[in-house]
Every structure is written in C-alpha cells, then in structure tokens.
C-alpha cells in the first residue's frame, strides 16, 4: 500500500494552460503539505493544510491554488503555466500531535512546461 | 526563520567506509528533526526522526544524533555500501507543522 501517493508523476504541459496535481494518503494523517523542489534539489513548503484548512501559505503565485475536499486529499491546481514553474512538486503528509509528526512523502510529480 | 544547511555539499568515499553528514539549524526551537533519502528522480524516503528530547535514534548501519542547543544533527553511516548513493536530506519541524529542509549532501559510495 502506498501511503502518501501521487498523480500523475510527469506532466508536460504547454505555457498558459491550467493543470492539476492530485495527491492522496491513506494514513489517516491530519495535516498535508505541498512543496516544490527546484532544479538545484532544495525542497520549499508552498502550502500545508490541517484538518481541510489552509494553516501555511508561502509566498507562493496566486495562479497556485490548493484544495483539500478532505483530510485524506490535497489537491493542487495551477492556472496559467509558466516556464519557471516546471519543477518536482512533492505532497507529504504528518500525524495529530507532536510525536507522530513523522513526515511521509509521495513519489513526486515532474512538470514540465515547454 | 529557520535556517537549515547541510555539510557537504557532496562526498564520495570508497566502499567500506564509516561517513558522517552533517546538519545545522539556527532555530533550535524545533519539536523534531527527521533525515530523509532521496534517490535520483525519486521521492524522499524517511530514514530516522529524532524527537526533539531525545539525542539519538539508530536504525541498522545509520545512526543520527541530535544536540538542540548547538544547533546541530549528524547522520553516521557505517560500512558504506554502493546502495547508499543518493542525496540525504535533513529536515527540522517547527510550530504549525512546518519542515524546514536542508540543502543536501549528495553521496556516492566507489565499488
């Protein structure tokens, strides 16, 4: 089973087109996040949700939109791509309480925009 | 903020050998620091997390320590092997949950 997954894992794209990734976790986790891994391999929080609400919102483009219609998902919809936002976006998520805050970490999704 | 930064960069060390990677953090204020792997064009496998009251956890041939008040945490690896090779990641948790990751060391372990 696989905890933390993601889809799809590459997405080439064209500039200006509306895309989403989707990830889900099946370890009944309360907060997800999403980061973004640029080509020099640092990991960025963009966004963490808990419980469904939004808790951190990096300064990230407003043409970046979370959705979480659950505690299970956490979806990321990006309007309008552009060239500088083709990285690997990796979904994570962590547990309730302070000791079982071990982070899980999908498989990441390679985007390309061309 | 919280600032993480991992030394070196990249080490590449012949089989056999016993490797210490490092990490450090300016805000030691954190609940937990948790080492990850990350294989080329992978994601980030966890390896060992270190509640922020205890000084270590061990796991096989990895063995991670934690000191708070200096700011840093080191993973050993003894008996390096070549299926080692990847990019390792420290990351420190903060309130509200936040990661904060380091820069990486890349390794790659020589038959």
């Known amino acids: 089973d696989t905890a933390v997954s993601q889809t799809p894992k590459y997405l080439v794209t064209q500039m200006g087109n509306d895309k989403s990734i989707k990830c889900e976790q099946n370890?009944?986790?309360?907060?997800m996040y999403w980061y973004k891994q640029d080509s020099k391999k640092f990991l960025k929080i963009m966004f963490s949700?808990?419980?469904?609400?939004?808790?951190i919102n990096e300064t990230v483009p407003n043409r970046f939109s979370p959705k979480s219609p659950d505690k299970a998902h956490l979806n990321l919809h990006i309007n309008s791509l552009e060239l500088g936002d083709s990285a690997v976006y990796f979904c994570?998520?962590?547990?309730?309480?302070?000791?079982?805050?071990?982070?899980?970490f999908g498989q990441g999704t390679r985007l390309t925009v061309v | 903020k919280q600032e993480v930064t991992q030394i070196p960069a990249a080490l590449s060390v012949p089989e056999g050998e016993n490797l210490v990677l490092n990490c450090s953090f300016t805000?030691?204020?954190?609940?937990?620091l948790q080492w990850f792997r990350q294989d080329p064009g992978k994601g980030l496998t966890s390896l060992l997390l270190?509640?922020?009251?205890?000084r270590e956890q061990t796991s096989g041939r990895l063995n991670a320590s934690l000191d708070k008040s200096s700011g840093r945490s080191t993973l050993y690896i003894a008996a390096s092997q070549p299926g080692d090779s990847a990019t390792y990641l420290c990351?420190?948790?903060?309130?509200?949950?936040?990661?904060?990751f380091g820069t990486g060391t890349s390794l790659t372990v020589i038959p």
């Open positions: 994570a998520s962590t547990g309730v309480g302070r000791r079982h805050t071990e982070a899980f």
């Open positions: 949700y808990n419980n469904k609400e939004l808790i």
């Open positions: 270190i509640q922020s009251s205890q």
């Open positions: 805000d030691s204020a954190i609940y937990n």
């Open positions: 990351a420190a948790l903060h309130t509200g949950n936040q990661f904060y």
């Open positions: 370890l009944g986790h309360d907060t």
